[in-house]
């Protein structure tokens, strides 16, 4: 599979932008309001994430397809998690960002959240999505008909 096109790997990205946030935080502190609800979403929510990300993980590597963006697919997945979305790993790893500031309780995750989107869809998805096409034809756009991108 052709090198995508955003030259960071997804799980730098999550981390560059997590320690934007924490530095932003550091330097100009933009607490949440404290509460002790923060601490149990934020653990709740990262506990999801995780499932979310060890289930997805473990589906990839039992069809024996690759974990490796830049590695050919060696099989289109429309089970388990990609029954939902066509990126349950991002969305994994958004769920877990997003606990991971409230767990933090620095808005300033929370802040820097749709930028993470942005640059997450358009510099890494949109392009493997051109990549999936021209490598699985007609079945990845049957798929992607039947199978939101995000949720």
């Known amino acids: 599979m052709q090198r995508p096109y955003f030259v960071v790997p997804a799980p730098v990205l999550f981390v560059a932008i997590g320690g934007i946030a924490a530095l932003l935080g550091h330097l100009w502190p933009m607490p949440l309001p404290a509460e002790i609800g923060w601490w149990y979403g934020g653990w709740f929510l990262v506990d999801v994430g995780m499932v979310l ?33 066509r990126n349950p790993l991002y969305v994994a790893l958004l769920v877990i960002y997003l606990g991971v500031g409230l767990l933090t309780a620095n808005l300033w995750w929370l802040m820097l959240f749709p930028l993470l989107v942005l640059l997450l869809q358009f510099g890494i998805v949109r392009h493997e999505e051109v990549l999936l096409q021209k490598h699985f034809g007609a079945d990845y756009s049957r798929y992607c008909k039947k199978v939101r991108r995000w949720l």
């Open 53 to 85: 990300l060890l289930w997805t993980v473990w589906l990839m590597l039992w069809r024996k397809t690759t974990l490796n963006p830049y590695g050919k697919p060696q099989q289109l997945l429309c089970e388990g998690p990609f029954r939902v979305s």
